[in-house]
């Protein structure tokens, strides 16, 4: 059972950036715990990141998992492009952010991306990721 994760731009500088937001761990060390923390769900993980629209949208047009746990960063806020990527595929979307886009900046209270995913999950650090692969799960096995 495999799933795609997908970290758009500037999530390759977690641990590094605005840490009081989004923590002291690196992206590779959150992949680690969620990759660790998936398996004893019985999930395999495939994780991508770019800095580019283009090339999440080509990963979403190639994604060959029952689900995407994806993390559009600023992007969710205005890509179209994106957004009609998510037509594009199979595969179920939650859109995930680890910070709680609800009490930050008033753009970051838009998403463009959520009419096309199947949920939203935001505010819980690491465990977006996790909170979100799991509902993917339970929703792949439900419909199946
Ligand atoms: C984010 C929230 C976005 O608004 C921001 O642009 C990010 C990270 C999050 O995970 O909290 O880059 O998606």
Redesign the pocket.
């Known amino acids: 059972m495999k799933l795609l994760i997908i970290n758009g731009?500037?999530?390759n500088k977690t641990g590094y950036r605005e840490k009081t937001v989004y923590g002291a761990r690196t992206l590779d060390e959150i992949n680690s715990y969620v990759k660790e923390r998936l398996e004893e769900e019985g999930i395999s993980v495939e994780f991508f990141q770019s800095n580019s629209e283009g090339a999440i949208i080509d990963k979403i047009h190639s994604a060959d998992a029952f689900g995407i746990v994806l993390?559009a960063?600023?992007y969710?806020?205005y890509s179209y492009a994106i957004r009609d990527a998510l037509k594009c595929t199979q595969a179920k979307t939650v859109e995930v952010?680890?910070?709680n886009?609800h009490t930050r900046e008033e753009f970051?209270n838009t998403s463009v991306l959520a009419a096309n995913c199947v949920g939203v999950v935001?505010g819980f650090g690491a465990e977006s990721y996790i909170l979100a692969a799991l509902a993917l799960k339970k929703m792949y096995e439900e419909t199946k």
């Open positions: 731009p500037n999530l993390n960063g600023a969710t806020h952010h680890m910070s886009v970051r935001c």
